[in-house]
């Protein structure tokens, strides 16, 4: 009998369509340490495609941080959590880390998609059921599907179709809704307020990914549950540390009681290796620069409103975004990749985002703001973007009118 996984994947055509045309815009690699700019093929790029929030990952205090770390403890902990793997300065950030969101502990995870594949893996059964917004991250779809949960989804922010969704569920099952507090690639916040009212209605459990929030919203940038006032009201607040926290690795935060139980149940946590002391001190590190200097997060949303002006003005869509991700709809896939290159070429690094990742007639380019960007290079970046869809045929709001 042949063999099939091969030719299982030579169908897959998509990436090498785009490189036939010379569009290909993904893996570009960077010569430098990310920041504002950026060296790609030897020449100036100006980054717009960041999840650095706060500009942190140069930071020299962050910096010493991990090399101290590594002095004193090496390069990695050869082990798992469960096992070899816990270091003192590990407890320590989980300290910090459920005294920062107001929750009674929390854990490390080696990456912030392992804590949605060991969290929503372990937390509900077969008989049991997950609530899903339809444009939540892919670690919080994967991390249902290894459930063996009954997944439901619900339209986009929509709480009316929650409700209608909630209604029907046995009064007896555990529910958890498991939702992002700010959405990756539409920027905008999730209504907790509503979701915590129809969670008590229903009895249902909130999960809140705070991935795009922690040092961006909330008291000294706390996330979603902090915005809003609503800690006590969210059950399990997550979190990663590869945004505005300048490093790798992710958390989970609880009542004491199911963090015990997630540390002895949650396979992406007792089977994976711990994270590594430099990135741990790098952490903790940059707790400390967030609670101690508010500024940063100030001058991020003083970069954010100065883009979003600037881009509603020349009449682009961005969508029902309220944060530093500013969704710049094309709606056409190729064009999409099109005005892609254009900036690449013209010294401007942004994310397209097309099917099947949204649809093709939602198509956008992610343009992110960064707390040390200056509104100089804001004016740079906008002013070539405008060219762009010029230059391709995109037609904004403006022109339309």
Request: hydrophobic content about 40%; charged content about 25%; overall charge negative.
């Amino acid at each position: 009998m042949g063999k099939k996984l091969h030719d299982k994947i030579a169908q897959f055509k998509d990436a090498a369509i785009i490189k036939e045309k010379g569009l290909y815009p993904y893996f570009r690699p960077i010569e430098s340490g990310q920041d504002t700019e950026v060296i790609i093929d030897n020449k100036r790029v100006l980054m717009f495609g960041s999840n650095s929030y706060l500009g942190l990952t140069n930071h020299p205090k962050i910096k010493e941080a991990s090399k101290k770390a590594i002095d004193k403890y090496g390069t990695g902990c050869a082990g798992s959590r469960f096992l070899n793997g816990t270091l003192d300065i590990h407890i320590e950030l989980e300290n910090r880390l459920a005294t920062y969101v107001k929750k009674e502990a929390a854990v490390l995870f080696s990456t912030g998609f392992q804590v949605n594949l060991g969290v929503l893996s372990c937390i509900t059964g077969r008989n049991d059921y997950l609530i899903l917004d339809e444009y939540d991250h892919a670690s919080l779809i994967d991390g249902s599907r290894l459930s063996f949960s009954r997944v439901i989804k619900y339209a986009h922010n929509d709480m009316t179709d929650l409700q209608r969704k909630l209604s029907i569920l046995p009064e007896d099952a555990v529910k958890v809704i498991a939702v992002d507090g700010i959405f990756s690639m539409e920027g905008d916040i999730v209504k907790l307020p509503e979701i915590v009212a129809l969670a008590d209605q229903y009895g249902a459990n909130i999960m809140v990914d705070d991935a795009h929030s922690l040092g961006v919203i909330g008291q000294k940038g706390a996330g979603t549950a902090s915005h809003f006032g609503l800690a006590d009201d969210v059950d399990l607040i997550m979190g990663t540390f590869s945004k505005s926290l300048a490093s790798l690795g992710g958390f989970i935060a609880s009542d004491a009681a199911t963090i015990d139980y997630l540390k002895h149940r949650a396979r992406a946590l007792m089977f994976s290796a711990s994270m590594p002391p430099a990135s741990v001190a790098s952490v903790i590190a940059a707790l400390d620069i967030i609670e101690s200097e508010p500024e940063r997060i100030e001058k991020l949303w003083a970069n954010t409103n100065y883009a979003m002006r600037l881009l509603q003005e020349e009449g682009f869509d961005l969508g029902p975004t309220e944060s530093p991700i500013l969704p710049i709809y094309v709606r056409d896939n190729d064009k999409t990749f099109l005005v892609t290159k254009y900036l690449q070429d013209a010294g401007i690094f942004v994310n397209p985002v097309v099917s099947p990742a949204v649809p093709s007639d939602s198509s956008l380019l992610r343009f992110s703001l960064m707390a040390t960007h200056t509104f100089e290079q804001i004016d740079e970046a906008i002013d070539k973007i405008t060219k762009a869809f010029k230059e391709v045929g995109v037609t904004t709001i403006k022109e339309k009118i």
